[in-house]
């Protein structure tokens, strides 16, 4: 009767039915996880390998280097292509919001793009968004920095967006 021990054993090391491949990831022999992370921590990487999410945007870099702009906006867009069904008229309603709070007196800008951020999370969530993930990252460090350049260049780079999205 040693036969039915070891495929009870030989079982023990397989996944579970019913599992994917991510969800064996990263256990350990006894049942545990590897450096103590849970689940949420392994979601940045798809199943290719690749990170889950878009690459932050580099705000000094935004800031200095025209092309680094340009590049990013395409990036941004291909990822609407790919991943949302944004329409233009929500971009731009965003984009008009975003020029008005530039405008804003200095006194008011960083209110302005505080509240900005608010509706740009309320309009990714609502309308399932998620390749603008990015600019909302980006439009916090624009407004922790609170400085004209930055308000400036995250408007040009939005611009850009709406020009490519067309």
Same mark, same amino acid.
Not at 4 to 9: A, D, F, H, V
Not at 33 to 38: A, L, M, N
Not at 136 to 140: A, P
């Given at each position: 009767? +040693?036969e039915? !021990? /070891?495929?009870?054993?030989s079982?023990e090391n397989?996944p579970?039915e019913?599992r &994917?491949p991510? $969800?064996?990831e990263?256990r350990?022999?006894g049942?545990g996880?590897? %450096? &103590?992370?849970?689940r &949420?921590?392994d979601?940045r990487? *798809?199943?290719g390998?690749? +990170?889950?999410?878009? +690459?932050?945007?580099?705000?000094?870099k935004?800031i200095s280097?025209p092309l680094?702009?340009d590049? !990013?906006?395409h %990036?941004?867009v =291909?990822?609407?292509? *790919?991943?949302d069904s944004g329409?233009r008229? /929500?971009?731009?309603?965003l984009y008009n919001?975003?020029?008005r709070?530039v405008? #804003? +007196?200095? =006194? $008011?800008? /960083?209110? /302005?793009?505080?509240m900005?951020?608010?509706?740009?999370a309320?309009t990714i #969530?609502?309308h399932?968004?998620r390749?603008l993930?990015?600019i909302?990252?980006?439009?916090?460090q624009?407004?922790r920095?609170?400085?004209?350049r &930055? @308000?400036?260049?995250?408007?040009d780079?939005?611009?850009a967006?709406? #020009? @490519?999205?067309?």
């Open positions: 009767m +040693p039915p !021990q /070891q495929e009870n054993k079982r397989r579970r019913g &994917g991510r $969800e064996n990263g350990r022999e049942g996880r590897e %450096g &103590g992370r849970d &949420g921590d979601r990487f *798809d199943r390998g690749r +990170p889950d999410g878009p +690459p932050e945007i580099d705000l000094e935004l280097d680094y702009l590049n !990013q906006a %990036g941004v =291909s990822r609407m292509r *790919d991943m329409t008229s /929500q971009l731009r309603r919001a975003v020029r709070a405008r #804003a +007196p200095e =006194s $008011e800008r /960083q209110h /302005q793009f505080v900005l951020r608010a509706r740009l309320y #969530a609502r399932s968004l390749s993930d990015t909302e990252k980006l439009l916090l624009v407004t920095k609170n400085e004209a &930055g @308000y400036e260049r995250f408007r780079l939005f611009e967006i709406v #020009a @490519y999205n067309e």
